[in-house]
């Protein structure tokens, strides 16, 4: 699937509830926002302000309680007809790619190993040798044969990087990526995704606590209580 008009992603009063036994969470909150195509855009507010929840929605993991999400004038949730669970794993797989805070990267297999983990479930055509690439490209070539556990926090986050990266992904969802890494090594990681912006034309949303990593994204979004702001 690709995108071909300007907007990426139309999502209106997207809305989710999580139950906690008799509890009613009002995670996110009638959110509605646009993301065009190439943006770079962050999510910035307190902890618990519902930035995951609206973040796993626009890549597709989660289901909003109420509200309606477009990708590229495709129905994904809404009145329109929704995407089926086939469709929604084809999206998934080959339009978006995800970081997560905490990498999880697989133990057992090697970083070069790890990076190609996607292309087990999904090779998109043409992507032969992206994983050296993708390594090489960010300074991982010497640690292509090591394990997670014997690289630096810095160095998993660039695997995680490049295996967000394997499959060419429009959109790149990055939820806190440099959550566990010092501001020197969170700044190395904020000129990657600058660079892939800029250079590679990949739409990027971000949710970052860290003001500098803020700053490089085009569009500031603020959530707080489940709602989003921008001026
Ligand atoms: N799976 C869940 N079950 C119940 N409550 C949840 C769940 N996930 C998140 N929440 C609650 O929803 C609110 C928003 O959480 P989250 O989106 O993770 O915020 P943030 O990423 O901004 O810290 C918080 O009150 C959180 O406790
Ligand atoms: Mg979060």
Known sequence: MTIENGISLDARELTRVYRRGNEEIRALDGVSLQIGRGEFVSFMGPSGSGKTTL????????????????????????????????????????????????????????????????????????????????????????????????????EMQRVAIARALVNRPEILLADEPTGNLDSKRSGEIGEILQHLNKNAGLTIIMVTHNPGLGRLAGRAIEMMDGKAYEN
């Open 55 to 154: 973040v796993n929605l626009l890549g597709c993991l989660d289901n909003p309680s109420s509200g309606e999400l477009e990708l590229a004038g495709k129905t994904i949730f809404g009145s329109g007809r929704p995407l089926g669970e086939r469709e929604l794993t084809r999206i998934r797989r080959g339009v978006f790619g995800y970081i997560f805070q905490n990498f999880y990267l697989i133990p057992t297999l090697t970083v070069r190993e790890n990076v190609a983990v996607p292309l087990a479930f999904y090779h998109k055509p043409g992507v032969e040798g992206e994983v050296e690439r993708l390594l090489g490209m960010l300074g991982m070539e010497h640690r292509m044969n090591h394990l997670p556990g014997e690289i630096s926090g810095g």
